[in-house]
Nanobody, 118 residues
Framework: QVHLVESGGGLVQPGGSLTLSCITS????????MRWYRQAPGKERELVAT????????EYGDSVKGRFTISRDNAKNTAYLKMNSLKPEDTAVYYC???????????WGQGTQVTVSS
């Protein structure tokens, strides 16, 4: 059975940092690209960052470039999102997503809330 469990969200002041984790099980983690999405109230889900299966390629949304870093540990079947210089507009529910373009596997976590406020 596939599981993706996000953690690490919470309340942080503007300018602060958080690191989100996505612990996975039930599929061949290293063969999946991992993505972080976010969705703020009343807004569409936004792709924040992507990392390839081996970790050699990553890509970021314009709104987070230079502030967020996506990474993964294939030995631990875990993906991370390090978020620095957080802004109120980063407030959203953050979701991790696993995608395999060969077998069309597509799995989602339940989300973790990040609130940036003073």
């Amino acid at each position: 059975q596939v599981h993706l469990v996000e953690s690490g969200g919470g309340l942080v002041q503007p300018g602060g940092s958080l690191t989100l984790s996505c612990i996975t099980s039930g599929f061949a983690f290293y063969t999946y690209s991992m993505r972080w999405y976010r969705q703020a109230p009343g807004k569409e889900r936004e792709l924040v960052a992507t990392i390839s299966g081996a970790g050699g390629y990553s890509e970021y949304g314009d709104s987070v470039k230079g502030r967020f870093t996506i990474s993964r540990d294939n030995a631990k079947n875990t993906a991370y999102l390090k978020m620095n210089s957080l802004k109120p507009e980063d407030t959203a529910v953050y979701y991790c997503n696993a995608v395999n373009y060969n077998n069309l596997g597509n799995y989602w976590g339940q989300g973790t809330q990040v609130t940036v406020s003073s």
